[in-house]
């Protein structure tokens, strides 16, 4: 049976992050303000069932099917909140178990780098997905298991602040967010991502298995 790591429904995609996925995902590309949901099971494999039922049960459209060893990641969206949350539903239903059977996220560190090296900021650069920090500005770092919920944090972010999406790395064992600008915007934009975080409910991991 398929255990249930990562579940959460995105009401109103931000800017920043519709851009990211556009530029990184391989499958349908989403814009800013469609609904969104993200899902990651384990084993990987049984995600590519997962999404033929999420697809068939309504109107959406799949950005994301990645299949890794261990976990597997799906997303799909649409401009009608009730679509995606239809389809969330088929797929738990198909899996046999609540919402509620998500992991909690767990944050395993966070950072707040102020008046970042120019040095520094252009060797961050060079490996970033999205938009470029500059010297002398804040730097957060927050990393999360399981790893898919730092698209999460980085989405409520955006809505909370004027923040800059540097990068996002939501796959793998941790998931990786780094935000850029102006310090006063960086701290309220880690605030927000953190509360996020926090106020997902879920199962503890440490009961997992």
């Known amino acids: 049976m398929a255990e249930l790591r990562s579940y959460f429904f995105l009401d109103n ?5 519709a851009s990211f996925m556009a530029s990184t995902v391989q499958g349908y590309m989403p814009v800013a303000g469609m609904a969104s ?16 039922i999420a697809v068939k049960a309504t109107d959406v459209r799949p950005a994301i099917q990645v299949v890794e060893r261990s976990f597997g990641t799906l997303e799909v969206h649409a401009d009608d909140q009730g679509s995606v949350r239809q389809a969330g539903q088929a797929v738990l239903s198909a899996m046999g178990v609540p919402e509620s059977d998500r992991l ?16 520094h900021a252009s060797l961050i650069n060079k490996s970033r997905g999205g938009s470029m920090l500059l010297g002398g500005q804040t730097l957060f770092i927050l990393e999360t298991q399981p790893a898919l919920y730092a698209i999460l944090a980085a989405n409520e972010a955006e809505k909370a602040s004027r923040v800059t999406l540097v990068d996002i790395r939501p796959f ?28 997902l409910t879920g199962r503890d991991a440490k009961t997992n298995g």
Do not use: N
Request: hydrophobic content about 45%; cysteine-free; aromatic content about 6%.
């Open 172 to 199: 793998g064992q941790y998931g990786r967010l780094y935000l850029g600008g102006e310090e006063a915007d960086v701290v309220v934009g880690s605030d927000a991502a953190i509360a996020a975080l926090q106020g």
């Open 37 to 52: 949901l993200f899902i990651e099971v384990a084993p990987g494999m049984e995600i590519v069932r997962l999404l033929d």
């Open 104 to 119: 909690k996220p767990q944050i395993a560190s966070s950072t707040v780098i102020r008046k970042v090296d120019p040095y």
């Open 13 to 17: 995609m931000q800017p920043q992050l």
